[in-house]
């Protein structure tokens, strides 16, 4: 089938069947490498974009449930304000090692700074507990995220 | 532009050879294995050098190359898999050289084994936490004596003496500082003066290094915050197709129904390959990969190992054990001495199979052609892919192409050429270039685990509680025995027993041996620590239940056993004093400590623990004091800290492999657990300044994590934990 989807601010035809995860449409079909692959059961965070501002994995999201939404990724997340400053932030506090999660990670926390721009701990936790990082960034990620929200 | 160009993704990167990426105009500089021979630098116009030519002369293990734009490249021999060696590598370079880190860039380096072994490893791999320890000597001879010749090509040119002329930036400057030229400018005419020898060309005193031992930022990170970095699941080629793989959920079994029919239906799917051990469905994309395997329902002959089971590998473990191995050391009279103490302590202790569960599942991506192999997959073993993949298709090594990436967490995983090999497998049955990637599943379900050990130690205190007779046998599979037989001499497998063997402590009479038992059907390798992992959970373990059977506090227990060692003393000294030991804490708080030597560097940790009335373990604290020599880039090292602490701490409260009915029973990360953001403690980073030589740093904190924890839930509750992972059930308030 085809679909036509907005993708960071353009509009891509693609023809697969409506059942193919997103993840896989940007990844493969649209080349767009930036969403990772880590689980494919919503289970750790990789591939998490944004649909409409929310923050979903899209591992699990079907492309014909995409509709006209408008999605963003990671290549395009620094053209929004929170992303920029967690970019700069993620640099400053030097997060990243591996670096094959922090995709997902970014994008996790661009929407919850999105909603929420002054998080506490607990929220932190709770909006970024879904992303898993095996290189154990994580004491740099909470420092960075409260950096780029300046708390 | 990037610095680092391993974002690009060079179309006809497959026509472009080796020769000619070295070849060209510039300076060109190898540099050889271990510094210690006077020709272990050599320079050269970059047009007239050709690899094999000289690895044949001066046997050099890397190349630099300084073109006439100014550019300077280093090809790293190592690969960056998260632990920042890209970054202290040309750090080390930067220092002697004289330029600035941001004028470095970074190309992978191809398998060349006689180019860029590690000389710690004896081949060209990046583990064992050897990359500094390797290249700390190499690569600032290279940058000094490239430093010297771009300095002596200048004074050439001003007619003066190059003693009074200095470098600095990428940047000759005479003595009066009204004239300078660009390294661009002088490399071609550097290339053309004599080399001087490396042994006689000046290193700088650490005490002037401007560059190592700064928190320098590291060369990786602007493309891994934006999803430009290349990792091999990346790879994106023309024609390529992409396939999803089942591989035989039992070792040894095969495919015994495929339906191939209802694969081929599925929108997308072209192909599908049955190789028996395993059955690939290629197709244009991922999902409709994925869609065609499932969709094949393919059902399996478990052959051989259909019934293996956890209880049994534990059993046979349990058994052998019980016979004397192969004798890692022996010193003094352990019998005697045994015989004779005032008390006895003994225990058993046990580790389970791990799965290494990095954050980029298995992948590789082939065109396999008649005359050529081409490869593009992250690995931190080159030299021993590239030999596997000769072996497979019966082509010459140099017809392998292998094209290394950054790696998303390797820890171990990628030493191992198995999801290559798989790859070339099925890419025999493909027509054109094929991505193959492993589901979450497999990659958890086929991974080569770190092995179950099973430990029996006996020790003899004497009347004052002073350790007089110790023996550790160590029983499990030995990865040396199969990845480097060579170093397995009368049965001794030097990893298994490594940190067992010479504990920090002074134990007069001392027997260590191992029994290797290797399990049916299940695959066994490095992980994250190697021997050490294993090792020091039990040393450290087993030294804190003798302080207690001695009535002595901890660290006062092993500080009157460490006054030969001073700087292990040093390191356990500072932990315990960072972390506020001995201060008092709540009921079922405890603090544990542990102590290590292992990678050439000094470890200690004290964790600091809460176990809640149901056995929950909350780690709160880990205070690490790390003493690895000299050091390239302290961030880099508070950074392993952190993460190479949760990496032991997350296998040693959720790990665990298990198997039934040949099967591994965890599959995805809701069973094989990681830590998540809100398990996470504070893990704090002490690190000792000093002049001794360089240690590795990126698997030391995973080590000795696990004792340290341990440790503090015994103080908390007065359990002992002699199994990993812990056990929360048997942690439960006194019931």
């Not at chain 1, 700069?88 to 997902?104: D, H, I, P």
């Not at chain 2, 860039?105 to 398998?111: E, I, K, L, S």
């Not at chain 2, 008092?584 to 102590?595: D, E, K, Y």
Request: overall charge neutral; proline content about 5%; aromatic content about 6%.
């Amino acid at each position: 089938m085809a679909f036509t989807l907005k993708i960071n601010g353009s509009s891509h035809e693609v023809d697969v069947d409506g059942d193919i995860p997103l993840l896989w449409v940007l990844r493969d079909v649209l080349g767009m490498t930036g969403t990772k692959f880590g689980c494919g059961q919503a289970l750790c965070g990789a591939c998490t974009v944004h649909v409409d501002g929310q923050a979903v994995r899209s591992c699990q999201t079907r492309v014909d449930s995409v509709g006209d939404s408008a999605v963003t990724t990671i290549e395009a997340i620094g053209r929004a304000p929170q992303g920029a400053a967690l970019q700069k932030a993620w640099l400053e506090l030097e997060v990243v090692q591996c670096g094959y999660c922090q995709s997902g990670q970014i994008m996790s926390a661009a929407a919850l700074l999105k909603d929420t721009p002054k998080p506490t701990d607990d929220e932190i936790d709770a909006a970024m507990s879904g992303n898993v990082c095996r290189c154990g960034t994580y004491q740099r990620i909470r420092a960075a995220i409260k950096h780029a929200a300046g708390v | 532009m990037d610095r680092l160009i391993l974002t690009e993704q060079i179309a006809d990167e497959t026509a472009m050879s080796r020769r000619a990426l070295l070849q060209g105009t510039g300076l060109l500089l190898g540099f050889a294995l271990t510094g210690a021979s006077t020709e272990s630098v050599f320079a050269a116009p970059a047009s007239q050098v050709v690899e094999n030519e000289v690895a044949g002369t001066f046997a050099p293990n890397g190349f630099i190359r300084i073109n006439p734009t100014g550019a300077v490249t280093l090809i790293m021999p190592m690969v960056e898999m998260g632990q920042g060696v890209y970054t202290s590598l040309s750090m080390l370079l930067a220092e002697e050289l004289e330029v600035k880190l941001d004028q470095i860039q970074v190309q992978h380096a191809p398998p060349n084994h006689a180019l860029y072994v590690n000389s710690i490893i004896g081949i060209q791999n990046t583990g064992g936490s050897a990359s500094v320890r390797a290249f700390w000597t190499p690569l600032r001879q290279a940058g000094s004596v490239g430093r010297n010749l771009l300095i002596a090509a200048a004074a050439k040119r001003w007619n003066v003496d190059p003693a009074t002329c200095r470098a600095k930036d990428g940047v000759v400057f005479d003595a009066s500082g009204s004239k300078h030229l660009s390294y661009g400018e002088l490399a071609e005419a550097a290339a053309k003066l004599p080399v001087p020898p490396a042994a006689n060309v000046k290193l700088k005193n650490p005490k002037d290094f401007i560059l190592i031992g700064t928190r320098a930022k590291r060369v990786d990170s602007s493309i891994k915050v934006d999803g430009r970095a290349l990792y091999g699941i990346d790879t994106r080629l023309p024609g390529m197709k992409v396939a999803a793989v089942a591989i035989s959920p039992v070792l040894g079994g095969k495919a015994k129904t495929v339906d191939e029919k209802a694969a081929l239906t599925v929108k997308g799917v072209r192909q599908v390959v049955n190789i028996d051990e395993a059955v690939a469905v290629v197709a244009d994309h991922m999902g409709a990969a994925k869609k065609g395997l499932e969709a094949a329902a393919i059902t399996w002959d478990d052959g051989p190992n259909g019934k293996v089971s956890n209880a049994d590998i534990v059993k046979q473990l349990e058994e052998e054990s019980k016979k004397p191995g192969a004798v890692a050391r022996n010193v003094g009279d352990v019998g005697k001495a045994l015989a004779e103490a005032a008390q006895r302590v003994d225990a058993i202790y046990q580790v389970p199979f791990l799965a290494h569960a990095a954050m980029e599942p298995m992948n590789c991506t082939v065109h396999l052609q008649k005359d050529r192999c081409d490869i593009w997959v992250g690995t931190q073993a080159p030299t021993i892919t590239q030999s596997l993949v000769a072996e497979l298709t019966g082509l010459p090594k140099e017809a392998i192409k292998i094209r290394n990436h950054l790696i998303g967490g390797g820890f171990g995983r990628r030493l191992e050429a198995d999801g290559t090999v798989l790859a070339v497998k099925i890419a025999k049955h493909v027509d054109g270039p094929v991505k193959v990637i492993w589901s979450r599943e497999e990659d958890i379900q086929h991974d080569m685990y770190r092995p179950y050990y099973l430990d029996r130690l006996s020790a003899g205190l004497d009347a004052a509680g002073k350790p007089v007779a110790w023996t550790h046998r160590i029983a499990g599979s030995s990865v040396m025995a199969r990845y480097y037989p060579p170093y397995v001499k009368d049965g001794l497998d030097p990893d298994a027993v490594e940190a067992a063997a010479e504990p920090p402590y002074a134990l007069a009479n001392i027997h260590v041996d191992f029994v290797r038992v290797e399990p049916a059907g299940v695959r066994t390798s490095w992980w994250r620590g190697v021997g050490p992992t294993h090792n020091v959970f039990v040393v450290e373990s087993f030294i804190d239940e003798l302080a207690h059977a001695a009535k002595q506090d901890p660290v006062a227990y092993r500080k009157g056993l460490l006054g030969h060692n001073p700087r292990a003393l040093a390191v356990l000294s500072l932990a315990a004093e960072k972390a506020g030991w001995g201060s008092p804490l709540p009921a079922r708080h405890g603090r544990g400590v542990s102590v290590q030597f292992a990678y050439g560097s000094y470890t200690s940790q004290v964790a600091e623990v809460e176990v809640a009335a149901d056995g929950f373990v909350k780690v709160k604290r880990i205070v690490c004091a790390i003493d690895c020599g000299m050091y390239v880039n302290p961030d880099t090292i508070e950074a392993q800290v952190q993460g190479g602490t949760l990496f032991g701490l997350t296998a040693a409260l959720h790990g665990s492999i298990t198997f039934k009915d040949g099967r591994v029973e965890q599959s995805n990360f809701d069973s094989y657990l990681p830590m998540r953001i809100d398990e996470v403690p504070v893990v704090e980073t002490h690190l000792i300044k000093n002049a001794e030589a360089p240690g590795g740093v990126g698997e030391a904190p995973t080590a000795i994590v696990s004792a340290a924890v341990t440790n503090a839930i015994f103080a908390a509750t007065g359990r002992r934990v002699r199994s990993l992972p812990i056990d929360t059930n048997s942690l439960k308030s006194s019931s």
